[in-house]
Structure formats: C-alpha cells, structure tokens
C-alpha cells in the first residue's frame, strides 16, 4: 500500500502562483511515476502533468510553460511549480502514484487539493 499526501493549495488571484507538494509513503518500487490530476466540476479528471523516477517529465498543452513539476525522490515527494494561474486551472488536484512488478501496475491517489483561481 501506498499513502499520499498533498499540500499547497488555496486561493489565488489570476496572475499568481502556487506550489503543490505530494509526499508518498509505505512499500515503494523504485521504478515508478508520480503526477497531477485535475478535475473541476462536471469534466472528468485530467492529467497535469507527470514524472518518472527516471526524471522524465509529461505535461498537458495547456499548462506548458507555466507549470513546472520536479521530484525528490529521496523523499518521495513531488512538487507542482504554477505560475501564472488563470480562472480555468481552478478545479481539485489530485496527487497519483504508479508503480508495477511485474506485470501488475499498482495506482494510488492522493485526497485532493482545492485550487482557486479567481479572476
């Protein structure tokens, strides 16, 4: 089992910024992919953007360059570096662990964190 943890959300006028932290716990494969969803109310849950132990990174088009996901993996912890917020990122971002052994991919989610963007 895994454990997530996420914080740094909050309210935050178009413009700003915030940071997201996710910290996972418990039996941990070192090969394995730690990212952000999102999902505002009534879409469905998208990806963020995502980072593989080997550093690889993944972001969705319409938050490249302006946000920045890193990792340390020594703590397991992932961050979500977002600059220039607009309204339309405001929606509940959700922390996701994968990681596989063998043929089996195990994945975990984070509780949710509110992020407000206000126009």
């Known amino acids: 089992q895994v454990q997530l943890v996420e914080s740094g959300g909050g309210l935050v006028q178009a413009g700003g910024s915030l940071r997201l932290s996710c910290t996972a716990s418990?039996?941990?494969?070192?090969?394995?992919?730690m990212g952000w969803y999102r999902q505002a109310p009534g879409n469905q849950r998208d990806l963020v953007a995502d980072?593989?132990?080997?550093?690889?990174?993944n972001y969705a088009d319409s938050v490249k360059g302006r946000f920045t996901i890193s990792r340390d993996n020594a703590k397991n912890t992932i961050y979500l570096q977002m600059n220039s917020l607009k309204p339309e990122d405001t929606a509940v971002y959700y922390c996701?662990?994968?990681?596989?052994?063998?043929?089996?991919?195990?994945?975990?989610w984070g509780q949710g964190t509110q992020v407000t963007v206000s126009s």
């Open positions: 996701n662990f994968k990681h596989r052994r063998a043929i089996v991919t195990y994945e975990y």
């Open positions: 418990g039996t941990i494969f070192s090969i394995n992919t």
């Open positions: 980072i593989n132990s080997g550093g690889n990174t």
